[in-house]
């Protein structure tokens, strides 16, 4: 068998009579039309036996969807708009009022906003877990908790969890376990061999990895749970276009490469940056001495993968102005959300704001920022980073 990252290259693909490309074509369309009524009625958008409306797919998001499948070692996908769109999409699809949810105290951001918004206000509640702690997630899943989400590591403060044992948690509590993987892309480790039931991925980082399109995927083994996902997302109306696919599709032969380098960068950065005074912690899961390192390395492999990209906390005598000044000092790295594409990324966060207290989670003095690694060289990312250094320890 091929790995799924050759299967990205070839995958099986007719392209029309006579024209024999490599690369798919862009189909766009609202309209498909029918050859009869008897053909009207016989197809069926739910098993792709047909195409029906743009809405249910086109050759192209078809496409896209057995690709992404396959990279995530999985059996059906559904695409949504953005990387939050799927996580939207897999509570709206599983949950109930009266239902609980639960969420790693790191999860990504927007997702704990969803958590305390519309879901709140559809009688839907949910707590936050310590995902370091796989028996913390076990005495809060309770007769009304219905669906657990993973992430590995956390966003922001990148702390690896345990992942195999946060998902046998789950199982033996019969609650669905839903994985987060847009940091591992589907190329640092196999997700449903952790032992999640849902493997949702931002497609919007590295398989897109031009920082210019957003979509979301959420790819399952099992076809009830696929339908069950696909008919909200029927009911929600959540398209995606022809021409964002087709712009996934071109970037997925390089993202193998793409993430080896990104992730080679960012090693050789945070270890430098582990050097310097400025610096209290690099926080990078493939980093001996970040949090979850031991897990990272149980799960990815020693000569594991890894997204390029890391936090680091500065020493606690730099105040919040001076790490903001450090961060517009910068010059390749722009300041800027999201990650995976080619220009490398920088934000500073207030991690106390974002994590609860009673929990623990977090409790180093000190401010944090968040860099992701581009396609620059290197070099040129280590002077830069040099460069601001220099400048904040000559005004602390
Ligand atoms: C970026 C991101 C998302 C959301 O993706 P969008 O396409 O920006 O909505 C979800 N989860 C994680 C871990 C992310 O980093």
Redesign the pocket.
Known sequence: MTKPVTELIHHPYLPPAGFHAPQPGVYKASTVIFPNVAAMRARDWKHKNGYTYGLHGTPTTFLLEERIAALEHGEQCVLV???????ANVDLALLHAGDELLLPDN??G??KALANGELKNWGITHQLYDPMKPADLEARIGPKTKLVWV?APG?VTMEFPPLGELARVCKAKGVLCAL????GAGLAFDGFAAGADIV??????YPSGGGDV???SIVTRDQELHEQLKLTHMRLGWGVAGNDAEAVLRSLPSLDVRYRAQDRAARELARWLRGRVEVAQVLHPALSGSPGYENWKALCGIDGLAAGLFSVVFDGRFQAAQVDAFCDRLKLFKLG???GGPISLVVPYDIPAMRTAQLGTWTQPGILVRFSVGLEAVEDLRADLEQALEALRGKS
Do not use: F, H, R
């Open positions: 708009p953005s990387g939050l769109a799927a996580i999860v990504y927007p997702s992430e966003s987060d993987n847009t940091w949702a991925q931002a497609l919007t980082k957003l979509m979301g959300y999201s990650w």
